[in-house]
C-alpha cells in the first residue's frame, strides 16, 4: 500500500516538473521572441533613419551641385560678355590690390606662344602666328608692372615708379561689334599728378565687386577717348605668377 502510494505521488511530482518546465520554456521562447520582435524593429528604424539621412543628404548634394552648375554657367555667361543691365554692380580698387606685372614681356620671349597654339586649335579662326600678332597689340605696353594699396597706385615703367590716389568715377557697360559686352570700372586722380595719367579704366570680365585674379588696363586723359580703344589692352597678373603659370592660366580660360 505504501509502495504504491509512493509510486502514485512520484508520478504526480514528475507531472508537476514537466507542466512548470514546459511554462518555463514557453514564457522564455515568448521573452525571447518579443525581444527579437523589439531588436527587428528598433534595427528598421534606425536603418529608416539612415535611409532618411542618406536621402536628405543626396538632395542635399544634388541641389548643391545644380546650384553650383547653374552659378558656373552664370559666371561663363557673363565671362563671355552676356549679362543684364541690373547685373552690373559698382566696385572699390580693392578689388584690383596687389602687386601686378605686364604679360607683354612673356609674349615677347615666347613663353606664350603655348597660349596661341592652344586657341589656334581649340578656338579655329586664326593661326598661332596670327593670335600672336593680334595679342602682341593687345598687350604692348610700357608699363611692366602696377602696384595698387588701398587707393593709391604705382605705375612702374623702365624702373622709375610714379603714385598718386584714384578715386572711382563710376563704370560703363559696353557693347562691342560682336555683340557681347563689357564692363569699364573707371578711376580718375584725386588731385593732380605728373607722369601720370588722369583716368584708369579697369576689364577684368566681372560685373560685380570680386577679387581680380588679372585684369585688362586702359590709362589716359581722355575718358571718352579711353572708351573707344578695344585694340591695345595692356594685361597684368599677380608679380609672383611666373610666365609658364600665366600660360597655363590663360589656357584654363
Same mark, same amino acid.
Given at each position: !500500500? ?10 504526480? !511530482? ?16 515568448? $521573452? %525571447?521572441?518579443? &525581444? ?9 528604424? *534606425?536603418?529608416?533613419?539612415?535611409? %532618411?539621412?542618406?536621402?536628405?543628404? /543626396? ?14 554657367? $552664370? ?19 580693392? %578689388? ?21 597654339? /592652344? ?8 593661326? *598661332? ?7 602682341? #597689340?593687345?598687350?604692348?605696353? $610700357?608699363?611692366?608692372? =602696377?602696384?595698387?594699396?588701398?587707393? !593709391? ?8 615708379? @610714379?603714385?598718386?590716389?584714384? =578715386? ?6 559696353? #557693347?562691342?561689334? *560682336?555683340? @557681347?559686352?563689357?564692363?569699364?570700372? =573707371? ?7 605728373? @607722369? ?15 577679387? &581680380?585674379?588679372?585684369? /585688362? +588696363? ?8 579711353? +572708351?573707344?580703344?578695344? #585694340? @591695345? ?7 609672383? !605668377?611666373?610666365?609658364?603659370?600665366? *600660360? ?6
Amino acid at each position: !500500500m505504501l509502495v504504491s502510494l509512493l509510486k502514485r505521488f512520484g508520478f504526480i !511530482m514528475v507531472g508537476v516538473l514537466v507542466i512548470l518546465v514546459g511554462c518555463q520554456s514557453e514564457d522564455s521562447s515568448t $521573452e %525571447d521572441t518579443d &525581444a527579437s520582435s523589439e531588436s527587428q524593429t528598433e534595427t528598421t528604424e *534606425a536603418e529608416q533613419e539612415t535611409k %532618411d539621412k542618406d536621402d536628405h543628404d /543626396h538632395d542635399h548634394d544634388e541641389h548643391e551641385h545644380e546650384h553650383h552648375h547653374a552659378h558656373d554657367e $552664370e559666371t561663363e555667361e557673363i565671362y563671355n560678355g552676356y549679362f543684364e543691365d541690373s547685373q552690373v554692380q559698382d566696385r572699390t580698387l580693392s %578689388d584690383w590690390e596687389g602687386d601686378w606685372q605686364s604679360v607683354y614681356p612673356y609674349l615677347q620671349d615666347g613663353t606664350l606662344d603655348e597660349v596661341f597654339t /592652344h586657341k589656334a586649335e581649340h578656338e579655329g579662326d586664326k593661326t *598661332a602666328e596670327e593670335y600672336k600678332a593680334y595679342y602682341d #597689340t593687345g598687350y604692348q605696353t $610700357e608699363v611692366e608692372r =602696377i602696384v595698387i594699396d588701398g587707393e !593709391m597706385v604705382t605705375f612702374v615703367e623702365n624702373g622709375e615708379e @610714379n603714385t598718386a590716389q584714384y =578715386i572711382s568715377d563710376g563704370y560703363e557697360i559696353l #557693347t562691342y561689334d *560682336a555683340g @557681347n559686352r563689357g564692363v569699364r570700372y =573707371i578711376f580718375k586722380l584725386a588731385e593732380e599728378a605728373e @607722369n601720370l595719367p588722369q583716368y584708369i579704366q579697369f576689364s577684368d570680365h566681372s560685373i560685380y565687386p570680386t577679387k &581680380a585674379s588679372h585684369y /585688362h +588696363l586702359y590709362w589716359g586723359d581722355d575718358r571718352e577717348a579711353l +572708351l573707344e580703344e578695344v #585694340t @591695345n589692352w595692356p594685361t597684368y597678373y599677380p608679380s609672383e !605668377m611666373d610666365g609658364h603659370d600665366i *600660360a597655363h592660366e590663360m589656357m584654363a580660360h
